[in-house]
């Protein structure tokens, strides 16, 4: 199984930014992508970003803004600029594993963006 723990989400103000941290552990050799997804209130949960063996791959309404990144096979990181009030959600860390396909989810952090 992999385990997975989301950190650095937050309030802040539009036009600002937010880096958020996922960190892995468990069967950390067997994911081939991990991603970042959100979900708003009364919304369905979407795909943000995902990184697979370094290539990325983004949603239309945060490319040029959020940059996915991984660090070694452990942690994963979504650097957030120019920050909307429409991408006020949960964030949620994801981890897909090869084999299996089967998906992780961390436990979400929450980024509110508000004046």
């Known amino acids: 199984q992999v385990q997975l723990v989301e950190s650095g989400g937050g309030l802040v103000q539009p036009g600002g930014s937010l880096r958020l941290s996922c960190a892995a552990s468990?069967?950390?050799?067997?994911?081939?992508?991990m991603g970042w997804y959100r979900q708003a209130p009364g919304k369905q949960r979407e795909l943000v970003a995902t990184?697979?063996?370094?290539?990325t791959n983004y949603a239309d309404s945060v490319k040029g803004r959020f940059t996915i990144s991984r660090d070694n096979i452990k942690n994963l990181y979504l650097q957030m600029n120019n920050l909307k009030p429409e991408d006020t959600a949960v964030y949620f860390c994801?981890?897909?594993?090869?084999?299996?396909?089967?998906?992780?989810w961390g436990q979400g952090t929450q980024v509110t963006v508000s004046s």
């Open positions: 994801n981890a897909r594993v090869s084999g299996s396909g089967e998906n992780y």
């Open positions: 468990g069967l950390i050799f067997s994911i081939q992508t």
């Open positions: 990184v697979t063996r370094g290539a």
